[in-house]
C-alpha cells in the first residue's frame, strides 16, 4: 500500500479538508505508464476503504478528472488533469530560464540533466533535458523521483530553512524507517558535500546503475526552492570527474538559471512556454518514461 495525501499532516489541522486531500490521493494513484486501475487497485494503493474510493472516483469522473473505461470497469486519467498541469507548469519563472542552460549542459556532458521541485516526499521533474547519446535514462517531465535517496532531492533539503528541512526530514524518517540509518547517514554526507563545495554526488543509491550531482536552486525572492541534476550511468562517468567536472559546472548552471529569472519578464507578461518534447539529440522522441520508484 501507498501513504496517502494525508502521512505527515497534524492530527487536528482544523484547516485541512480531508476529503480533498483524498480525491488527490486517488489521482496520484495513477502512474506514468501504467494505464487504468480499477477501484479495488486505487483502494490498495491510497489505502482508502473502496467505498469511499468508488464514490470519489465516481465524482472525479463527473467532473471530467477521470475517464470510466466501461468495458475493462477500470479509470484512467481525465483531461481536465492535463489542463491543471499544463496551466502550472506553462506559467513557471524558473522552467522558462532554465531550459537552454540545462539543454547545453546535457550536450556538453552527453549527460541527463533535470529541474525538479517537491512532490510531497519525492521530487518531480519540472524540466528534462538528455544528450545526444544518452540511452540507459528515459525520465522526462513529470518523473518522480525519491527525496531522500537522489542527489537532486538532497539538494533541495538542503536549501530549506531549518523549520521546513526538519519538518521533511522527520517524514522521511518515518517512511524509510526500515533503512533510516542507510538514509541518515547519506543525507548527512550529502549535506556537508553541500554547505563545502555547493553540489552534492550520489552513486548507486537510489537505483545502482545510477549516479549524479545536483545543485539548490532558490527563485530570485528566495520564495520557492528547487534543485538541478546531472546524471548518468556509473559505467559512463567516474566518481572524480562527477566531483572535479560535473559538480562546478552545475553550480553555475544553478547560478545562470537564477541570473536568467531576475532578468526575464514576469509571467504576467511573458509568452508561455511549450511543455517541449525531450529528444535524443537527433529529432528522435523517446520513449514515455514509467514512473520512478519511490
Given at each position: 500500500m501507498e501513504n496517502g495525501l494525508t502521512e505527515g499532516m497534524p492530527a487536528k489541522d482544523r484547516q485541512f479538508v480531508t476529503a480533498l486531500a483524498r480525491g488527490l490521493d486517488i489521482l496520484r494513484a495513477f502512474h506514468a505508464g501504467e494505464g487504468m486501475l480499477?477501484?479495488?487497485?486505487?483502494?490498495?494503493?491510497?489505502?482508502?476503504?473502496?467505498?469511499?474510493?468508488?464514490?470519489?472516483?465516481?465524482?472525479?469522473?463527473?467532473l471530467g478528472y477521470l475517464n470510466y473505461i466501461r468495458r475493462f470497469r477500470k479509470y484512467e486519467l481525465g483531461a481536465s488533469v492535463l489542463a491543471l498541469g499544463y496551466a502550472a507548469i506553462s506559467s513557471m519563472d524558473v522552467r522558462r530560464a532554465s531550459r537552454q542552460p540545462l539543454e547545453q549542459l546535457a550536450h556538453a556532458l552527453n549527460a541527463s540533466t533535470a529541474l525538479g521541485g517537491r512532490d510531497r516526499h519525492s521530487m518531480i521533474y519540472l524540466e528534462?533535458?538528455?544528450?545526444?547519446?544518452?540511452?540507459?535514462?528515459?525520465h522526462d517531465v513529470g518523473t518522480r523521483v525519491p527525496m531522500a535517496s537522489t542527489a537532486m532531492g538532497r539538494a533541495y533539503l538542503f536549501?530549506?530553512?531549518?523549520?521546513?528541512?526538519?519538518?521533511?526530514?522527520d517524514a522521511i524518517r518515518r517512511r524509510w524507517r526500515d533503512d533510516w540509518t542507510k538514509v541518515k547517514t547519506g543525507l548527512d554526507r550529502s549535506f556537508k558535500e553541500l554547505a563545502d563545495r555547493g553540489f552534492c554526488v550520489t552513486w548507486g543509491e537510489w537505483l545502482p546503475e545510477l549516479c549524479g550531482v545536483g545543485v539548490p536552486l532558490r527563485n530570485t525572492d528566495g520564495t520557492a526552492a528547487y534543485a538541478v541534476n546531472a546524471?548518468?550511468?556509473?559505467?559512463?562517468?567516474?566518481?572524480?570527474?562527477?566531483e572535479a567536472d560535473w559538480g562546478?559546472?552545475?553550480?553555475?548552471?544553478?547560478?545562470?538559471?537564477?541570473?536568467?529569472?531576475?532578468?526575464?519578464?514576469?509571467?504576467?507578461?511573458?509568452?508561455?512556454?511549450?511543455?517541449?518534447?525531450?529528444?535524443?539529440?537527433?529529432?528522435?522522441?523517446?520513449p514515455i518514461a514509467a514512473m520512478a520508484r519511490r
Open positions: 480499477g477501484n479495488q487497485e486505487i483502494a490498495h494503493r491510497t489505502g482508502l476503504p473502496k467505498p469511499t474510493v468508488a464514490r470519489l472516483t465516481h465524482t472525479l469522473t463527473e528534462a533535458c538528455r544528450g545526444p547519446s544518452v540511452v540507459a535514462i528515459t536549501s530549506l530553512p531549518d523549520v521546513d528541512r526538519n519538518k521533511q526530514i546524471s548518468a550511468p556509473i559505467y559512463q562517468i567516474s566518481r572524480d570527474r562527477l562546478p559546472r552545475l553550480v553555475k548552471v544553478a547560478r545562470d538559471i537564477r541570473t536568467g529569472m531576475a532578468a526575464q519578464p514576469s509571467t504576467a507578461t511573458a509568452p508561455i512556454a511549450p511543455v517541449r518534447p525531450m529528444t535524443n539529440g537527433n529529432g528522435a522522441r523517446p
